[in-house]
Protein backbone atom coordinates (compact mmCIF):
# COMPACT_ATOMS: atom_id res chain seq x y z
CA UNK A 1 0.00 0.00 0.00
CA UNK A 2 1.45 3.54 -0.92
CA UNK A 3 1.79 6.00 2.16
CA UNK A 4 0.21 8.30 2.76
CA UNK A 5 1.69 10.90 4.50
CA UNK A 6 -1.69 12.48 5.44
CA UNK A 7 -2.57 9.42 7.05
CA UNK A 8 0.76 7.57 8.58
CA UNK A 9 -0.12 4.57 10.47
CA UNK A 10 -0.72 4.46 14.02
CA UNK A 11 1.86 2.96 16.13
CA UNK A 12 1.45 -0.85 17.33
CA UNK A 13 2.15 0.24 20.94
CA UNK A 14 1.17 3.82 21.85
CA UNK A 15 3.93 5.19 23.67
CA UNK A 16 1.79 7.56 26.12
CA UNK A 17 -0.32 4.36 26.82
CA UNK A 18 2.57 2.20 27.11
CA UNK A 19 4.94 4.51 28.93
CA UNK A 20 7.62 4.07 26.07
CA UNK A 21 11.17 6.22 26.71
CA UNK A 22 12.27 9.20 24.32
CA UNK A 23 14.32 6.73 22.42
CA UNK A 24 11.70 4.02 22.45
CA UNK A 25 9.30 6.88 21.05
CA UNK A 26 11.77 8.04 18.58
CA UNK A 27 13.34 4.57 17.05
CA UNK A 28 9.97 3.38 16.66
CA UNK A 29 8.12 5.96 14.54
CA UNK A 30 11.29 6.05 12.33
CA UNK A 31 10.97 2.54 11.72
CA UNK A 32 7.04 3.12 11.14
CA UNK A 33 7.93 5.71 8.84
CA UNK A 34 10.43 4.26 6.38
CA UNK A 35 8.80 1.06 7.10
CA UNK A 36 4.83 2.45 5.50
CA UNK A 37 6.94 5.10 3.20
CA UNK A 38 9.53 3.02 1.44
CA UNK A 39 9.20 -1.57 2.22
CA UNK A 40 5.82 -1.68 1.89
CA UNK A 41 5.18 -0.78 -1.72
CA UNK A 42 8.50 -3.06 -2.22
CA UNK A 43 7.10 -6.12 -0.25
CA UNK A 44 5.47 -7.95 -3.31
CA UNK A 45 8.87 -7.65 -5.25
CA UNK A 46 11.11 -9.75 -2.95
CA UNK A 47 8.44 -12.09 -2.26
CA UNK A 48 7.35 -12.80 -5.68
CA UNK A 49 10.93 -13.10 -6.72
CA UNK A 50 12.17 -14.28 -3.15
CA UNK A 51 15.16 -11.99 -3.52
CA UNK A 52 17.09 -9.89 -0.60
CA UNK A 53 15.59 -6.50 -0.44
CA UNK A 54 19.20 -5.24 -0.67
CA UNK A 55 17.36 -1.86 -1.01
CA UNK A 56 15.83 -1.62 2.14
CA UNK A 57 18.73 -2.33 3.84
CA UNK A 58 20.48 0.70 1.78
CA UNK A 59 17.63 2.54 3.28
CA UNK A 60 18.85 1.47 6.93
CA UNK A 61 21.95 2.07 6.74
CA UNK A 62 21.50 5.77 5.86
CA UNK A 63 18.53 5.69 8.59
CA UNK A 64 21.40 4.40 10.97
CA UNK A 65 19.04 1.66 11.85
CA UNK A 66 22.08 -0.95 10.67
CA UNK A 67 23.36 0.18 14.29
CA UNK A 68 20.82 0.29 16.27
CA UNK A 69 21.81 -1.91 18.84
CA UNK A 70 25.31 -0.65 18.39
CA UNK A 71 26.16 0.84 21.73
CA UNK A 72 26.34 4.96 21.35
CA UNK A 73 30.15 5.12 22.00
CA UNK A 74 30.52 3.06 19.31
CA UNK A 75 28.27 5.57 17.06
CA UNK A 76 25.45 3.65 17.30
CA UNK A 77 21.87 4.15 18.32
CA UNK A 78 22.65 1.68 21.92
CA UNK A 79 18.51 0.29 21.80
CA UNK A 80 17.97 -1.95 24.31
CA UNK A 81 16.43 -5.33 24.10
CA UNK A 82 13.50 -3.72 24.63
CA UNK A 83 13.89 -1.01 22.48
CA UNK A 84 14.91 -3.35 19.59
CA UNK A 85 12.27 -5.72 20.00
CA UNK A 86 9.02 -2.75 19.50
CA UNK A 87 11.50 -0.98 16.59
CA UNK A 88 11.52 -4.63 14.30
CA UNK A 89 7.74 -4.99 14.86
CA UNK A 90 7.24 -1.58 13.46
CA UNK A 91 9.37 -2.81 10.42
CA UNK A 92 7.13 -6.52 10.23
CA UNK A 93 4.03 -4.32 9.34
CA UNK A 94 5.25 -3.86 6.33
CA UNK A 95 7.88 -6.45 5.00
CA UNK A 96 8.49 -9.53 7.24
CA UNK A 97 11.19 -10.53 5.00
CA UNK A 98 13.20 -7.38 6.19
CA UNK A 99 12.32 -7.86 9.77
CA UNK A 100 13.43 -11.42 10.23
CA UNK A 101 16.34 -10.98 8.17
CA UNK A 102 17.40 -7.66 10.13
CA UNK A 103 16.88 -9.69 13.31
CA UNK A 104 19.99 -12.01 11.77
CA UNK A 105 21.77 -8.73 11.41
CA UNK A 106 21.09 -6.85 15.07
CA UNK A 107 21.55 -9.94 16.96
CA UNK A 108 25.29 -9.50 16.19
CA UNK A 109 25.41 -6.26 18.00
CA UNK A 110 22.50 -7.04 20.55
CA UNK A 111 24.10 -10.31 22.09
CA UNK A 112 27.84 -8.93 21.70
CA UNK A 113 26.55 -5.23 23.62
CA UNK A 114 23.89 -5.36 26.05
CA UNK A 115 23.70 -8.84 26.29
CA UNK A 116 27.42 -9.84 26.56
CA UNK A 117 27.64 -6.79 29.20
CA UNK A 118 25.35 -8.88 31.66
CA UNK A 119 27.69 -12.05 31.62
CA UNK A 120 30.32 -12.82 33.35
CA UNK A 121 34.14 -12.05 31.68
CA UNK A 122 37.77 -12.45 33.26
CA UNK A 123 39.20 -9.38 33.21
CA UNK A 124 41.10 -10.55 29.90
CA UNK A 125 38.65 -11.69 28.12
CA UNK A 126 36.65 -8.36 28.79
CA UNK A 127 39.40 -6.77 27.05
CA UNK A 128 39.50 -8.64 23.88
CA UNK A 129 35.95 -8.26 23.80
CA UNK A 130 35.57 -4.64 24.11
CA UNK A 131 38.60 -4.54 21.48
CA UNK A 132 37.07 -6.94 18.86
CA UNK A 133 33.42 -5.75 18.97
CA UNK A 134 34.82 -2.31 18.20
CA UNK A 135 36.08 -3.44 14.61
CA UNK A 136 32.60 -5.34 14.34
CA UNK A 137 30.29 -2.72 14.46
CA UNK A 138 32.58 0.20 12.78
CA UNK A 139 32.10 -1.95 10.08
CA UNK A 140 28.58 -1.92 10.11
CA UNK A 141 28.35 1.80 11.00
CA UNK A 142 31.04 2.99 8.61
CA UNK A 143 30.66 0.48 5.48
CA UNK A 144 26.76 -0.70 6.41
CA UNK A 145 27.94 -3.81 6.77
CA UNK A 146 25.57 -6.73 6.79
CA UNK A 147 25.73 -10.21 9.14
CA UNK A 148 23.68 -13.06 9.14
CA UNK A 149 23.29 -15.93 11.67
CA UNK A 150 23.10 -19.06 11.04
CA UNK A 151 23.12 -21.91 13.66
CA UNK A 152 20.05 -24.17 11.86
CA UNK A 153 22.21 -27.36 10.89
CA UNK A 154 19.04 -30.14 10.44
CA UNK A 155 19.47 -31.84 13.41
CA UNK A 156 18.88 -30.99 17.48
CA UNK A 157 21.79 -28.68 17.89
CA UNK A 158 19.45 -25.24 16.84
CA UNK A 159 16.76 -26.71 19.17
CA UNK A 160 19.75 -26.29 22.10
CA UNK A 161 20.12 -30.46 22.58
CA UNK A 162 23.83 -31.10 21.11
CA UNK A 163 26.84 -29.11 20.10
CA UNK A 164 26.75 -27.86 16.78
CA UNK A 165 28.51 -30.14 14.22
CA UNK A 166 30.20 -27.11 12.81
CA UNK A 167 33.42 -26.94 13.90
CA UNK A 168 36.32 -24.48 14.66
CA UNK A 169 40.10 -25.84 14.62
CA UNK A 170 42.96 -24.04 16.58
CA UNK A 171 45.64 -23.11 13.99
CA UNK A 172 48.46 -20.46 14.33
CA UNK A 173 46.80 -17.18 14.80
CA UNK A 174 43.43 -18.35 14.44
CA UNK A 175 41.00 -20.69 13.36
CA UNK A 176 39.73 -23.02 10.36
CA UNK A 177 35.56 -23.15 10.39
CA UNK A 178 34.31 -26.45 9.34
CA UNK A 179 30.51 -27.44 8.61
CA UNK A 180 27.02 -27.14 6.81
CA UNK A 181 24.37 -24.86 8.03
CA UNK A 182 21.17 -25.02 6.59
CA UNK A 183 18.20 -22.07 6.47
CA UNK A 184 20.97 -19.06 6.36
CA UNK A 185 18.85 -16.11 5.47
CA UNK A 186 20.82 -13.54 3.69
CA UNK A 187 22.58 -16.21 2.36
CA UNK A 188 24.30 -14.71 -0.66
CA UNK A 189 23.96 -10.79 0.52
CA UNK A 190 24.89 -10.84 4.28
CA UNK A 191 29.18 -9.39 4.14
CA UNK A 192 29.75 -11.45 7.20
CA UNK A 193 28.09 -15.03 8.46
CA UNK A 194 27.92 -15.12 12.57
CA UNK A 195 28.67 -18.46 12.90
CA UNK A 196 27.94 -20.93 15.61
CA UNK A 197 30.17 -23.40 15.93
CA UNK A 198 31.94 -25.70 18.73
CA UNK A 199 35.75 -25.90 19.54
CA UNK A 200 37.06 -28.87 18.10
CA UNK A 201 38.61 -31.11 21.08
CA UNK A 202 37.95 -35.07 21.01
CA UNK A 203 34.78 -34.45 22.67
CA UNK A 204 32.69 -31.75 21.40
CA UNK A 205 30.83 -29.85 24.11
CA UNK A 206 27.90 -26.84 24.01
CA UNK A 207 29.93 -25.37 26.79
CA UNK A 208 32.34 -24.96 23.72
CA UNK A 209 30.39 -23.00 21.46
CA UNK A 210 31.95 -20.14 19.69
CA UNK A 211 30.64 -17.19 17.75
CA UNK A 212 32.98 -16.31 14.68
CA UNK A 213 32.57 -13.64 11.94
CA UNK A 214 33.58 -15.51 8.63
CA UNK A 215 33.76 -12.94 5.25
CA UNK A 216 31.38 -13.85 3.10
CA UNK A 217 34.03 -14.10 0.64
CA UNK A 218 37.02 -16.00 2.07
CA UNK A 219 37.95 -19.34 0.71
CA UNK A 220 36.13 -22.06 1.47
CA UNK A 221 32.65 -20.45 1.90
CA UNK A 222 29.71 -21.77 -0.98
CA UNK A 223 26.25 -20.89 -0.51
CA UNK A 224 24.05 -23.70 -1.87
CA UNK A 225 20.37 -24.70 -2.81
CA UNK A 226 17.59 -23.55 -4.07
CA UNK A 227 15.28 -21.38 -2.52
CA UNK A 228 11.68 -21.44 -3.36
CA UNK A 229 9.45 -22.36 0.12
CA UNK A 230 6.04 -20.76 0.98
CA UNK A 231 6.95 -17.48 2.83
CA UNK A 232 9.58 -15.43 4.09
CA UNK A 233 10.93 -15.83 0.29
CA UNK A 234 12.76 -11.93 0.32
CA UNK A 235 14.70 -13.99 3.37
CA UNK A 236 16.96 -16.23 0.66
CA UNK A 237 17.67 -18.70 3.23
CA UNK A 238 19.67 -21.03 1.20
CA UNK A 239 22.73 -23.59 2.55
CA UNK A 240 26.33 -22.41 3.66
CA UNK A 241 29.17 -24.59 3.25
CA UNK A 242 32.22 -24.24 4.99
CA UNK A 243 35.06 -26.14 3.92
CA UNK A 244 38.16 -25.33 5.90
CA UNK A 245 37.91 -21.52 6.00
CA UNK A 246 40.08 -19.96 7.79
CA UNK A 247 39.69 -16.28 10.40
CA UNK A 248 42.02 -14.71 12.35
CA UNK A 249 41.39 -14.82 16.36
CA UNK A 250 39.50 -11.36 16.15
CA UNK A 251 36.82 -13.31 13.85
CA UNK A 252 35.84 -14.18 17.52
CA UNK A 253 32.37 -11.99 18.27
CA UNK A 254 32.46 -13.59 21.70
CA UNK A 255 35.02 -15.41 23.54
CA UNK A 256 34.50 -19.30 23.67
CA UNK A 257 31.92 -20.44 26.52
CA UNK A 258 30.02 -17.11 26.72
CA UNK A 259 27.14 -17.76 24.26
CA UNK A 260 26.62 -20.90 26.38
CA UNK A 261 26.55 -18.63 29.26
CA UNK A 262 23.75 -16.42 27.48
CA UNK A 263 21.93 -19.22 26.22
CA UNK A 264 21.60 -20.30 29.63
CA UNK A 265 20.99 -16.66 31.15
CA UNK A 266 19.50 -14.70 28.75
CA UNK A 267 16.60 -16.98 27.70
CA UNK A 268 14.89 -13.96 26.45
CA UNK A 269 17.64 -13.80 23.45
CA UNK A 270 15.74 -16.50 21.78
CA UNK A 271 12.37 -14.15 21.40
CA UNK A 272 13.97 -11.96 18.78
CA UNK A 273 12.42 -13.43 16.29
CA UNK A 274 9.20 -12.88 17.35
CA UNK A 275 8.39 -9.08 16.64
CA UNK A 276 8.39 -9.63 12.80
CA UNK A 277 5.35 -11.72 13.53
CA UNK A 278 3.75 -9.22 16.52
CA UNK A 279 4.33 -6.67 13.49
CA UNK A 280 2.33 -9.57 10.64
CA UNK A 281 -0.38 -9.71 13.26
CA UNK A 282 -1.09 -5.80 13.65
CA UNK A 283 -0.98 -5.60 9.82
CA UNK A 284 -3.20 -8.17 9.38
CA UNK A 285 -5.70 -6.54 11.72
CA UNK A 286 -5.00 -3.13 10.11
CA UNK A 287 -5.98 -4.20 6.57
CA UNK A 288 -8.92 -6.01 7.30
CA UNK A 289 -10.41 -3.00 9.48
CA UNK A 290 -9.72 -0.50 6.32
CA UNK A 291 -10.31 -3.05 3.43
CA UNK A 292 -13.99 -3.52 5.45
CA UNK A 293 -14.18 0.38 5.27
CA UNK A 294 -13.59 0.07 1.79
CA UNK A 295 -10.10 2.52 2.34
CA UNK A 296 -7.62 0.10 0.94
CA UNK A 297 -5.85 2.10 -2.25
CA UNK A 298 -6.33 0.20 -5.35
CA UNK A 299 -9.18 -1.78 -4.43
CA UNK A 300 -13.22 -0.15 -4.87
CA UNK A 301 -14.37 2.07 -2.69
CA UNK A 302 -16.89 -0.93 -1.36
CA UNK A 303 -18.02 -0.92 2.28
CA UNK A 304 -18.64 -4.06 4.03
CA UNK A 305 -18.73 -3.03 7.39
CA UNK A 306 -22.39 -3.13 8.63
CA UNK A 307 -22.52 -6.90 8.03
CA UNK A 308 -22.70 -8.14 11.67
CA UNK A 309 -20.90 -11.35 11.01
CA UNK A 310 -17.73 -9.27 9.69
CA UNK A 311 -17.99 -6.57 12.97
CA UNK A 312 -18.05 -10.24 15.55
CA UNK A 313 -15.38 -11.07 13.14
CA UNK A 314 -13.43 -7.73 13.47
CA UNK A 315 -14.01 -7.73 17.47
CA UNK A 316 -12.78 -11.34 17.73
CA UNK A 317 -9.85 -10.42 15.71
CA UNK A 318 -8.76 -7.31 18.12
CA UNK A 319 -9.36 -9.04 21.19
CA UNK A 320 -6.95 -11.41 19.96
CA UNK A 321 -4.49 -9.01 19.19
CA UNK A 322 -4.68 -7.01 22.31
CA UNK A 323 -4.14 -10.09 24.22
CA UNK A 324 -0.89 -10.64 22.05
CA UNK A 325 0.30 -7.48 21.99
CA UNK A 326 -0.36 -7.24 25.90
CA UNK A 327 1.43 -10.46 27.04
CA UNK A 328 4.34 -9.58 24.61
CA UNK A 329 4.49 -6.52 25.89
CA UNK A 330 5.14 -7.45 29.63
CA UNK A 331 7.72 -9.85 28.43
CA UNK A 332 9.86 -8.18 26.59
CA UNK A 333 9.69 -5.88 29.43
CA UNK A 334 11.01 -8.14 31.90
CA UNK A 335 13.85 -10.45 29.76
CA UNK A 336 16.83 -9.86 31.94
CA UNK A 337 19.51 -11.82 32.78
CA UNK A 338 18.95 -14.42 35.36
CA UNK A 339 15.00 -13.93 35.00
CA UNK A 340 12.83 -16.18 37.79
CA UNK A 341 11.47 -19.13 36.27
CA UNK A 342 7.66 -17.27 36.16
CA UNK A 343 9.70 -14.74 33.96
CA UNK A 344 10.63 -17.50 31.71
CA UNK A 345 7.36 -20.12 31.25
CA UNK A 346 6.06 -16.54 30.65
CA UNK A 347 8.21 -16.08 27.76
CA UNK A 348 7.78 -19.57 26.38
CA UNK A 349 3.65 -18.33 26.69
CA UNK A 350 4.52 -15.48 24.86
CA UNK A 351 6.82 -16.74 22.06
CA UNK A 352 4.07 -19.46 21.23
CA UNK A 353 1.49 -16.84 21.25
CA UNK A 354 2.85 -14.24 18.70
CA UNK A 355 3.82 -16.94 16.55
CA UNK A 356 0.56 -18.90 16.42
CA UNK A 357 -1.56 -15.78 16.34
CA UNK A 358 0.10 -14.30 14.06
CA UNK A 359 -1.05 -16.69 11.53
CA UNK A 360 -4.49 -16.84 13.06
CA UNK A 361 -4.69 -13.36 12.99
CA UNK A 362 -3.94 -13.44 9.02
CA UNK A 363 -6.44 -15.91 8.25
CA UNK A 364 -8.97 -14.77 10.23
CA UNK A 365 -8.79 -11.57 7.49
CA UNK A 366 -8.67 -13.82 4.57
CA UNK A 367 -12.19 -15.14 5.95
CA UNK A 368 -13.58 -11.80 7.15
CA UNK A 369 -12.27 -9.86 4.13
CA UNK A 370 -12.98 -12.62 1.43
CA UNK A 371 -12.48 -13.44 -2.16
CA UNK A 372 -11.56 -9.97 -3.64
CA UNK A 373 -9.10 -9.89 -0.21
CA UNK A 374 -6.51 -12.96 -1.46
CA UNK A 375 -5.77 -11.42 -4.95
CA UNK A 376 -1.83 -11.34 -5.02
CA UNK A 377 -2.10 -7.73 -5.99
CA UNK A 378 -3.03 -7.18 -2.09
CA UNK A 379 -0.70 -8.04 0.90
CA UNK A 380 -3.24 -10.17 2.87
CA UNK A 381 -2.24 -13.86 1.09
CA UNK A 382 1.57 -12.55 1.80
CA UNK A 383 0.79 -12.16 5.63
CA UNK A 384 -1.18 -15.56 5.70
CA UNK A 385 2.19 -17.42 3.74
CA UNK A 386 4.95 -15.56 6.06
CA UNK A 387 2.68 -15.82 9.46
CA UNK A 388 2.96 -19.25 9.07
CA UNK A 389 6.95 -19.44 8.87
CA UNK A 390 6.95 -18.13 12.79
CA UNK A 391 6.14 -21.29 14.60
CA UNK A 392 9.28 -23.07 13.03
CA UNK A 393 12.10 -21.11 13.87
CA UNK A 394 13.95 -23.16 16.24
CA UNK A 395 15.47 -23.43 19.20
CA UNK A 396 11.91 -21.93 20.01
CA UNK A 397 9.33 -23.52 18.10
CA UNK A 398 5.60 -23.56 19.25
CA UNK A 399 6.05 -27.26 19.50
CA UNK A 400 9.18 -27.24 21.90
CA UNK A 401 7.99 -24.21 23.87
CA UNK A 402 4.55 -26.34 24.50
CA UNK A 403 7.65 -29.16 25.52
CA UNK A 404 9.35 -26.93 27.80
CA UNK A 405 6.97 -24.95 29.17
CA UNK A 406 4.52 -28.01 30.59
CA UNK A 407 7.61 -29.56 31.77
CA UNK A 408 8.94 -27.18 33.45
CA UNK A 409 5.83 -25.97 35.02
CA UNK A 410 5.77 -29.67 36.77
CA UNK A 411 9.09 -30.41 37.59
CA UNK A 412 11.71 -28.17 39.26
CA UNK A 413 15.54 -28.47 38.60
CA UNK A 414 16.85 -31.80 39.11
CA UNK A 415 13.62 -33.59 40.25
CA UNK A 416 12.51 -36.73 38.44
CA UNK A 417 10.11 -39.44 39.06
CA UNK A 418 12.97 -42.27 39.55
C1 LIG B 1 12.03 -18.31 6.82
C2 LIG B 1 13.04 -18.98 7.67
C3 LIG B 1 14.24 -18.32 7.93
C4 LIG B 1 15.22 -18.94 8.71
N1 LIG B 1 16.39 -18.29 8.96
C5 LIG B 1 17.36 -18.88 9.70
C6 LIG B 1 18.61 -18.25 9.94
O1 LIG B 1 18.86 -17.12 9.49
N2 LIG B 1 19.53 -18.90 10.67
C7 LIG B 1 19.30 -20.12 11.17
O2 LIG B 1 20.18 -20.66 11.80
N3 LIG B 1 18.13 -20.76 10.96
C8 LIG B 1 17.15 -20.17 10.25
N4 LIG B 1 15.96 -20.83 10.02
C9 LIG B 1 15.82 -22.21 10.49
C10 LIG B 1 14.92 -22.42 11.67
O3 LIG B 1 15.35 -21.72 12.82
C11 LIG B 1 14.90 -23.91 12.00
O4 LIG B 1 16.18 -24.35 12.30
C12 LIG B 1 14.39 -24.72 10.85
O5 LIG B 1 13.13 -24.26 10.47
C13 LIG B 1 14.35 -26.16 11.30
O6 LIG B 1 13.95 -26.98 10.22
P1 LIG B 1 13.95 -28.59 10.42
O7 LIG B 1 13.16 -29.16 9.31
O8 LIG B 1 15.37 -29.03 10.62
O9 LIG B 1 13.10 -28.64 11.77
P2 LIG B 1 12.73 -29.77 12.77
O10 LIG B 1 12.87 -31.10 12.14
O11 LIG B 1 11.42 -29.36 13.33
O12 LIG B 1 13.79 -29.60 13.92
C14 LIG B 1 15.17 -29.94 13.79
C15 LIG B 1 15.61 -30.86 14.91
O13 LIG B 1 15.31 -30.26 16.16
C16 LIG B 1 14.91 -31.22 17.10
N5 LIG B 1 13.50 -31.02 17.50
C17 LIG B 1 12.57 -30.33 16.81
N6 LIG B 1 11.38 -30.38 17.46
C18 LIG B 1 11.58 -31.09 18.57
C19 LIG B 1 10.76 -31.50 19.66
N7 LIG B 1 9.47 -31.13 19.74
N8 LIG B 1 11.32 -32.26 20.63
C20 LIG B 1 12.61 -32.62 20.56
N9 LIG B 1 13.45 -32.25 19.56
C21 LIG B 1 12.94 -31.52 18.59
C22 LIG B 1 15.06 -32.57 16.40
O14 LIG B 1 16.33 -33.07 16.68
C23 LIG B 1 14.93 -32.22 14.95
O15 LIG B 1 15.56 -33.14 14.12
C24 LIG B 1 14.97 -20.24 9.24
C25 LIG B 1 13.76 -20.88 8.98
C26 LIG B 1 12.82 -20.28 8.21
C27 LIG B 1 11.52 -21.02 7.95
Known amino acids: MPFDADTPDAPIFDPVAFRLTDKQAR ?31 KDMHTAGLLGVCVPEANGGHGADYMTYMMTAAEIGRYCGATALTWNMHVCSCLWTGALADD ?112 GMRGTVSRNLLFENVFVPDDAALMPT ?21 MGIAQAAYDFTVKYLRGEVPGTPPVKRRMYPTKQHAVADMRIMLEQT ?77 VDRLGREALYEKGESDD
Open 119 to 230: LEMTDDQRASHERRRAIHYARIIDDGAIYAQPFSEGGAAAAGFQPFGTTATRVDGGWLINGKKIFASLAGSADYYGVLCTEKKENLSRADTMYMAVPADAEGVTVMGDWDPL
Open 27 to 57: LTALARQIGQEKFAPRADQWDRDAVFPMQNY
Open 325 to 401: KALWFQVISEARANPTKEQVLRAYAAQYTVMENANELSQLAIRTCGGQSMLKSLPLERLYRDSRCGSLMLPWTAELC
Open 257 to 277: GVYFQAASKWPHMFMTLTPTY
